[in-house]
């Protein structure tokens, strides 16, 4: 029998407020557990939450971002439950009226083929606590910090049949928060997280299966494996004659194992009611024409800015504009450099290479975009050559060399441009390769292009990578045929 897959995506987003969203308590990361929980977020008695407006802007932010309604009228609701790292019994969340009504995310796919996802809302809410399980034997701690930290929850529609279109939506959020600046995205600070609905059924079928919510993912990559597990999970369950268990799963990205964590509740298992501590949110034309008209620009409309300014291909230009960080780095180098394509290749190459070996982001790549611009500008002007550009790049990364242009000066390491010097050298490699000369000569087109690279790396070699590639191959050519 042939399947097809049923995916929706509920994404929280952390705002990126600096206090938390019904109190002052800072939302900074990585302090003290249990520093930065105040009354207000544990809801002691006599205590009453304020809203906080920046939570409310960045919210309906996304909302214009995705050409979504922005509900004038929006309240909040208590969602009732009862775990450790909720002292409060209850999450602050929206439920019947939430601030961000239905609109479309477009994602592109590896064949290039486009695809409008469907978002069902968007809703304000507050993030829990974190349980500590693994740094007291036999017990296990909590840690309040996040408890009241501000979250939007993103609820797609069941409108992905792959993990490939999942993971696709999943940055494309990515691109949009971190571009219009509401969040950081670091999911490795579970600034973003995602939780992954999936069903099968028979394909051609309207109805759909059973699903299952695999929680808390935190990377893209986490993400794609998990959906590919739990599918398989599902066909090899059914065609065993089983039945699926709508049910709450846990995925170790670590392990590539996933369990069930408890049976998946309804809405009236959470017993939700109207927050009586908190009024609803009233927003006026102005406010909303206000943000509208302050809106950063869009990964999209960046994307085509890429494509028609600097001429990058589509490849190129998706690459650089999904990550605002990334995309100010790439404009700051261009700045600098003036050459777009060289700086998209040595950004999408050599440094992203490093950035991914480090374990680094590029907002702390040792290596500033001014100084990977001034480097390039050496390599455009001819003063370097590619190789010994990939020499100075490693004394920029390692901190050896501050400025490209310094170093290669106090090294000696000025491309060779004198013609007759580098014709001298071609001379000398031809003579001492006869051989490899004849083979050339009895070649023909593809085999012979591939040949010239034996002759260009030995010239190189006996330059000490510092001759001009175009005026070796130049010359080299010449001698070749003639």
Not at 50 to 73: C, D, P, S, T, W
Not at 97 to 109: K, M, R
Not at 451 to 479: C, D, E, R
Request: aromatic share 6%; with cysteine; proline share 4%.
């Amino acid at each position: 029998m042939q399947w097809e897959t049923v995916i929706g995506l509920e994404i929280h987003v952390q705002l990126a407020t600096t206090t938390k969203i019904f109190s002052g308590s800072s939302t900074a990361f990585g302090a003290e557990p249990n520093t930065q929980a105040s009354i207000v977020d544990l809801a002691m008695p006599g205590t009453l939450p304020v809203l906080n407006i920046q939570a409310v802007k960045y919210a309906a932010m996304f909302g214009l971002a995705i050409g979504a309604e922005i509900n004038q009228r929006s309240t909040f609701d208590r969602k009732n439950y009862f775990y450790p790292d909720s002292p409060k019994g209850y999450q602050t969340t929206q439920m019947d009226a939430p601030i961000v009504g239905a609109g479309t995310v477009t994602i592109e796919l590896s064949n290039g083929r486009t695809k409008e996802i469907r978002i069902h809302h968007a809703h304000l809410e507050e993030d829990a606590g974190k349980s500590l399980h693994d740094q007291f034997p036999g017990m296990s701690g909590i840690d309040l910090n996040r408890a009241g930290t501000p979250l939007i929850e993103i609820v797609s529609e069941p409108d992905m049949s792959s993990a490939e279109e999942a993971v696709a939506f999943a940055r494309k959020i990515h691109a949009i928060v971190t571009s219009i600046g509401i969040g950081d995205g670091d999911m490795s600070q579970g600034s973003l997280r995602f939780d992954v609905n999936v069903s099968v059924r028979p394909k051609g079928q309207a109805e759909y299966g059973t699903r299952t919510e695999t929680k808390n993912l935190n990377s893209f990559r986490f993400m794609e494996r998990a959906i590919h597990q739990e599918v398989a999970r599902q066909i090899d369950l059914i065609e065993d004659g089983g039945t699926i268990t709508q049910e709450t799963r846990l995925y170790d990205g670590d392990k590539h194992i996933a369990k069930p964590m408890r049976s998946k509740e309804e809405a009236n298992d959470y017993r939700y009611f109207p927050c009586p501590d908190l009024l609803p949110v009233e927003l006026d034309d102005s406010f909303v024409e206000a943000l509208r008209n302050d809106m950063p620009e869009l990964p999209d409309e960046r994307k085509a800015r890429y494509i028609g300014d600097f001429a990058l291909s589509n490849y190129d230009a998706d690459i650089l504009s999904g990550d605002r960080e990334q995309a100010v780095y790439f404009e700051t180098v261009v700045a600098h450099c003036d050459d777009a394509k060289l700086a998209a290749n040595w950004i999408m190459g050599e440094l992203a290479a490093q950035i991914n070996k480090a374990d680094r982001s590029i907002g702390d790549s040792p290596i500033s975009a001014e100084q990977l611009g001034g480097m390039i500008k050496l390599i455009k002007d001819g003063t370097i050559s590619g190789k010994i550009a990939k020499q100075v790049f490693e004394a920029l990364w390692s901190g050896e060399a501050t400025d490209a242009k310094s170093y290669i000066e106090a090294k000696g390491l000025i491309q060779n441009s004198d013609e007759g010097a580098i014709e001298a050298m071609v001379d000398e490699v031809l003579a001492n390769n006869p051989d490899q000369v004849a083979a050339f000569r009895a070649a023909e087109g593809p085999k012979q292009k591939k040949m010239t690279g034996f002759f260009v790396g030995q010239i190189m070699k006996a330059s000490k990578g510092q001759a001009n590639p175009g005026i070796i191959n130049k010359i080299l050519m010449k001698k070749l045929n003639s």
